[in-house]
């Protein structure tokens, strides 16, 4: 079964300063996808960056990145020079290609609430 | 490139109604999700099809709940009789493949209450 854990509810951080956001997950499959994703208050789901288990270097997009570390199966996401419009519902979440039921499904953790002080 | 699309955006019906949720996946795209949304439950995977086959239903709630893709663009979410506590979020998402790297595109949901 693949489980992810995000054990910060909620965290806070001034506009212009980094942020880490914690995500572990479980998985007894080899080849997996990591993803984050963003839901402001709007509700829409926004992609926002993706680790493959097989990638050797963590993941870059623009502010984004991800802190891949996977001995420790951990995939922490790291916004840069926050902005106030990156106050937001931040979800990891895992596809795992193995056979059977959990074939390419998508399981989310609990979610961080992110909220970026002036 | 029109997103996934969902309708209605919103619903309000009466507890023993029936509701059917609409779900237009993006063109080419052949595995599709079902989720939902609720403050104590976060975001629980319904149901998934590929090449509109359900793979896995393990996550529909009971039998009041059905989903169909009568066709690889379109399906459809339907729950009846509805009670309140199916009151939530209703997501559609849809992905190229079903690969572990694919990401998938989410509808705008459909906020759903019964009262």
């Known amino acids: 079964a693949q489980k992810i854990t995000q054990t910060q509810p909620g965290m806070f951080v001034q506009e212009k300063e980094a942020v880490t956001l914690d995500c572990t997950y479980d998985?007894?499959?080899?080849?997996?996808?990591l993803f984050w994703y963003k839901q402001p208050s709007s509700g829409e789901m926004i992609f926002l960056i993706y680790?493959?288990?097989?990638?050797?270097q963590n993941a870059t997009e623009g502010r984004y990145s991800l802190n891949f570390q996977k001995a420790r199966k951990s995939a922490n996401l790291v916004i840069s020079a926050s902005q106030l419009g990156d106050s937001a519902m931040y979800f990891c979440?895992?596809?795992?290609?193995?056979?059977?039921?959990?074939?390419?499904?998508?399981?989310f953790g609990q979610g961080t609430i992110l909220t970026v002080h002036p | 490139d029109a997103g996934v699309i969902q309708s209605p955006r919103h619903e309000v019906t009466e507890m023993g109604q029936e509701v059917t949720l609409r779900c237009k996946l993006i063109?080419?795209?052949?595995?599709l999700f079902w989720y939902r949304q609720t403050m104590m439950r976060g975001l629980e995977l319904l149901i998934y099809?590929?090449?509109?086959?359900?793979?896995?239903d393990s996550g529909m709630p009971e039998d009041r709940f059905s989903a169909k893709m009568p066709n690889a663009s379109f399906s459809t979410l339907k729950i009846q009789p509805s009670e309140p506590r199916d009151s939530a979020v209703y997501f559609c998402?849809?992905?190229?493949?079903?690969?572990?790297?694919?990401?998938?595109?989410f509808g705008s949901g459909t906020q759903l209450s019964v009262l």
């Open positions: 998402a849809s992905s190229l493949t079903a690969g572990s790297n694919e990401k998938l595109f």
């Open positions: 998985t007894s499959d080899q080849s997996y996808g």
């Open positions: 680790q493959g288990s097989y990638d050797e």
């Open positions: 979440a895992m596809r795992a290609n193995a056979g059977g039921t959990s074939y390419g499904k998508l399981t």
């Open positions: 063109s080419g795209h052949n595995s």
């Open positions: 099809f590929n090449n509109n086959v359900p793979i896995d």
